[in-house]
């Protein structure tokens, strides 16, 4: 459904004036605005596409361009050829519009055999086999998963051209958490280069790197490229990296025509080494540019874009400094609907249902197709849940940006081990394991899979999802066949995996899409489903700098403009059913959502499966009684720590991993005041217990082993506040007079 005609797929009239016919008056001071530099801030669903190709079009027409002169920038092959598309419908054929690899490739091969004498080299289609030899020539043992990383590491750094000497230095400065020790991957990097330049082949970023450097070297070649292009056009500016800028300069010279489009609230690729600085800065290497903001948003109803908005005004940094704020110019839709389930599996399968109550509707009340329709994920690691939940009633779909589930290749190996160890009856890997769950855990363990998750992102901590996407689906199995009085063994759990990889390997022709938030970038549908909104999952762990934190603010809110007129939040409490219901919400909804306090506020929020009821209540911990027995599995604990815990350490915790994060941040200052060891204030132990009970109030903090009447009155309050997700008010500085209940 279109939001307006200033943003439909018909092509406009190609007169020079013609052109300009349907654009409102933003647009039409995009198109007008011939001679750069421009740049032009384009909010999501503004129609920016529609602005830069009427604005080349209006170029050409009028005879101010010469098509052959105009080269259009884009970062995808589909972009590059929508707007190839849109500009030959336009009238303005002839006009380039490729990707910066595409145009650098193409001047390089012309330009090497004057510039350098011979071939171009053999350009490396792709670079993990060399990485893998690479790093087996330092000696080091590499798993299939993590050469991925390695490969994205390097592409990084040469992206933002860190050269193998100071790779180390700069991840540390950046604040990067680097997938390995940063000095055996500066190894790998050097490696890695030598190798290409013994074999005589480049890759992607070598052809960035040659092209720019014969720019600047040969100044002769330089003048023939900025005479053959005398107008340029960058979309999704702010996603240029300082490679990319490079070459840009060296493309446009002094006297070029520049219009760049971008916005910073999008700017969700920085891992990649993407920057919004030279969208923000812009105005300040060019002092004499136009400037055109669009905020029309032509895309979302009102209700949403209200969302959107209210998401952007809460953000911090020097691209919150820059937001747009947009304008629906839709009639109004229904309100954005919050959620929240007891249970993974339950949002899933409620999700699935109220998709399959708007297929069943006609158009006239609301309903949609199956391909207008996403269930948008911050993991691929959480798509199986939704893939067999939508399988389960009919429903087809399709997965962008990621293999299916059952055909990820860490899964596929597992279903192969899982299938031999079930075969084998006896085998010692399960032998000793008391349930179904831990026979799965025992033989995932032989290929790597540990408890707790690996650090960071990228492709290490994707594979652990998947194979934690398997644990969590033994222990569903095996609850659910209980409660029907039946066997849940390890043949009968594959067979299950079995019939499950079956199910979705359906042929999908219309299908409901669904996709991470990062793959959903640039694409729109009638109706969204943004799952999994909770502390930990959005933001991620492991987004620990402000500047990651607030660019998981970004990754929400494009996926929020992603929606059309249907937009749907959910979050579940627990990960497993019967699980404890510790999680929270995101943060980045507080004073958005009903029922929430303002952002920093922490209230709590009580539903049911598929209901929407919000108050102030909370589950209050639970004291031991008797034999102290694990929460999980019900084994009698006998050690300090899992008595602490509550449960085995093996089993797995219900733990709020952002609440750990910040109560360990506050134990850390607590104790550089008081110039005492950090477990003098807490030990982990008793951290990991709060984080996992996420008390309420004093009696329930005062139930948690390692809490005594001392302490308790000495940082009860300050660990109350963080429990609510509040800052502490400012603390006493004397030391602890009683550490008598905390073992060293």
């Given at each position: 459904?279109?939001?307006?005609?200033?943003?439909?797929?018909?092509?406009?009239?190609?007169?020079?004036?013609?052109?300009?016919?349907?654009?409102?008056?933003?647009?039409?001071?995009?198109?007008?605005?011939?001679?750069?530099?421009?740049?032009?801030?384009?909010?999501?669903?503004?129609?920016?596409?529609?602005?830069?190709?009427?604005?080349?079009?209006?170029?050409?027409?009028?005879?101010?361009?010469q098509p052959q002169q105009v080269l259009a920038v884009t970062f995808t092959a589909r972009a590059a050829g929508e707007m190839r598309g849109r500009l030959r419908e336009l009238g303005a054929e002839g006009v380039q519009a490729r990707t910066f690899h595409s145009a650098a490739l193409r001047q390089l091969q012309y330009f090497w055999p004057?510039?350098?004498?011979?071939?171009?080299?053999?350009?490396?289609?792709?670079?993990?086999?060399?990485?893998?030899?690479?790093?087996?020539?330092?000696?080091?043992?590499?798993?299939?998963?993590?050469l991925r990383d390695l490969t994205g590491e390097i592409e990084w750094a040469k992206v933002t051209q860190i050269v193998p000497d100071d790779y180390a230095a700069a991840v540390l400065k950046a604040g990067r958490e680097a997938p390995r020790d940063p000095a055996e991957i500066a190894r790998v990097?050097?490696?890695?280069?030598?190798?290409?330049?013994?074999?005589?082949?480049?890759?992607?970023?070598?052809?960035?790197?040659?092209?720019?450097?014969?720019?600047?070297?040969?100044?002769?070649?330089?003048?023939?490229?900025?005479?053959?292009?005398?107008?340029?056009?960058?979309?999704?500016?702010?996603?240029?990296?300082?490679?990319?800028?490079?070459?840009l300069d060296q493309w446009t010279g002094p006297g070029a025509s520049l219009c760049v489009v971008g916005d910073a609230s999008q700017t969700i690729y920085s891992f990649t080494g993407a920057t919004p600085d030279y969208l923000l800065n812009f105005r300040t290497r060019h002092p004499g540019a136009t400037v055109v903001k669009l905020v029309r948003d032509y895309r979302s109803t009102p209700q949403v874009v209200h969302l959107a908005n209210?998401?952007?005004?809460?953000?911090?940094?020097?691209?919150?400094?820059?937001?747009?704020?947009?304008?629906?110019?839709?009639?109004?839709?229904?309100?954005?609907?919050y959620v929240e389930y007891a249970d993974e599996p339950t949002e899933a399968e409620s999700t699935a249902?109220?998709?399959?109550?708007?297929?069943?509707?006609?158009?006239?009340?609301?309903?949609?197709?199956?391909?207008?329709?996403?269930?948008?994920?911050?993991?691929?690691?959480?798509?199986?849940?939704?893939?067999?939940?939508?399988?389960?009633?009919?429903?087809?779909?399709?997965?962008?940006?990621?293999?299916?589930?059952?055909e990820r290749p860490e899964v596929r190996e597992a279903g192969v081990l899982l299938k031999g160890a079930a075969r084998a009856g006896s085998d010692p890997l399960t032998a000793d394991a008391p349930d179904l769950a831990s026979q799965v855990r025992a033989v995932l363990a032989t290929r790597g899979f540990t408890a707790t998750p690996p650090g960071g992102s990228g492709a290490v901590r994707e594979r652990w999802e998947s194979l934690a996407a398997l644990v969590r689906l033994a222990e569903e199995f095996e609850a659910t066949r209980h409660k029907a009085g039946e066997s849940g063994d390890l043949s009968a759990y594959v067979a299950e995996l079995d019939a499950r990889a079956a199910a979705q390997h359906a042929p999908a022709v219309e299908g409901v899409t669904l996709a991470s938030l990062h793959a959903a970038k640039g694409l729109e549908w009638d109706a969204v489903f943004l799952v999994g909104l909770t502390e930990g999952t959005m933001p991620i762990i492991y987004a620990k700098t402000d500047e990651q934190v607030e660019e998981e603010r970004r990754l929400l809110y494009v996926g929020v403009t992603r929606a059309r007129r249907n937009l749907s939040l959910s979050w579940s409490l627990s990960r497993s059913p019967g699980g404890r219901a510790s999680r929270k919400p995101t943060r980045f909804?507080?004073?958005?959502?009903?029922?929430?306090?303002?952002?920093?506020?922490?209230?709590?929020?009580?539903?049911?499966?598929?209901?929407?009821?919000?108050?102030?209540?909370?589950?209050?911990?639970?004291?031991?009684?008797?034999?102290?027995?694990?929460?999980?599995?019900?084994?009698?604990?006998?050690?300090?720590?899992?008595?602490?815990?509550?449960?085995?350490?093996?089993?797995?915790?219900?733990?709020?991993?952002?609440?750990?994060?910040?109560?360990?941040?506050?134990?850390?200052?607590?104790?550089?005041?008081?110039?005492?060891?950090?477990?003098?204030?807490?030990?982990?132990?008793?951290?990991?217990?709060?984080?996992?009970?996420v008390p309420a109030n004093e009696r329930e903090l005062a139930v948690i082993s390692g809490v005594g009447a001392m302490k308790l009155d000495k940082y009860g309050a300050a660990v109350l506040s963080l429990c609510a997700g509040e800052e502490p008010e400012a603390d006493s500085e004397e030391a602890p007079d009683d550490t008598s209940d905390e073992p060293a």
């Open positions: 459904m279109s939001g307006s005609p200033y943003d439909d797929d018909r092509p406009a009239p190609v007169g020079a004036d013609a052109v300009l016919a349907g654009l409102d008056p933003e647009q039409r001071a995009v198109a007008t605005a011939l001679h750069g530099p421009v740049c032009v801030l384009a909010g999501a669903g503004t129609g920016k596409t529609r602005a830069i190709t009427h604005r080349i079009a209006y170029g050409v027409r009028s005879g101010v361009y004057r510039a350098v004498g011979g071939e171009v080299p053999r350009l490396l289609e792709r670079k993990v086999q060399l990485v893998a030899e690479a790093a087996g020539r330092c000696g080091l043992r590499v798993q299939r998963t993590e990097y050097a490696t890695y280069e030598q190798t290409k330049r013994d074999r005589g082949v480049i890759d992607f970023e070598d052809v960035l790197l040659l092209t720019a450097a014969i720019l600047e070297d040969r100044p002769e070649i330089a003048d023939r490229v900025r005479a053959q292009y005398r107008h340029f056009t960058v979309d999704e500016y702010q996603d240029v990296s300082p490679l990319q800028q490079r070459l209210g998401l952007l005004a809460q953000a911090r940094g020097q691209a919150a400094q820059h937001r747009l704020e947009l304008v629906s110019q839709r009639e109004a839709g229904p309100e954005p609907v249902h109220r998709i399959k109550d708007l297929l069943a509707l006609p158009a006239e009340r609301g309903g949609c197709r199956a391909s207008e329709i996403a269930v948008l994920f911050r993991t691929n690691g959480m798509s199986e849940v939704y893939e067999q939940a939508l399988a389960d009633l009919g429903i087809s779909y399709q997965l962008k940006g990621a293999e299916r589930f059952f909804l507080d004073g958005l959502r009903p029922g929430s306090g303002a952002p920093g506020s922490r209230s709590g929020a009580r539903g049911g499966r598929g209901g929407v009821e919000f108050g102030e209540g909370r589950p209050a911990a639970r004291k031991a009684r008797g034999p102290l027995k694990c929460r999980v599995c019900d084994r009698t604990l006998t050690e300090a720590v899992e008595r602490k815990l509550r449960r085995c350490e093996s089993c797995p915790s219900s733990m709020d991993e952002a609440l750990f994060e910040r109560l360990r941040e506050w134990r850390a200052g607590q104790a550089k005041k008081q110039g005492a060891p950090a477990y003098v204030v807490f030990t982990d132990a008793t951290l990991m217990a709060i984080a996992e009970d």
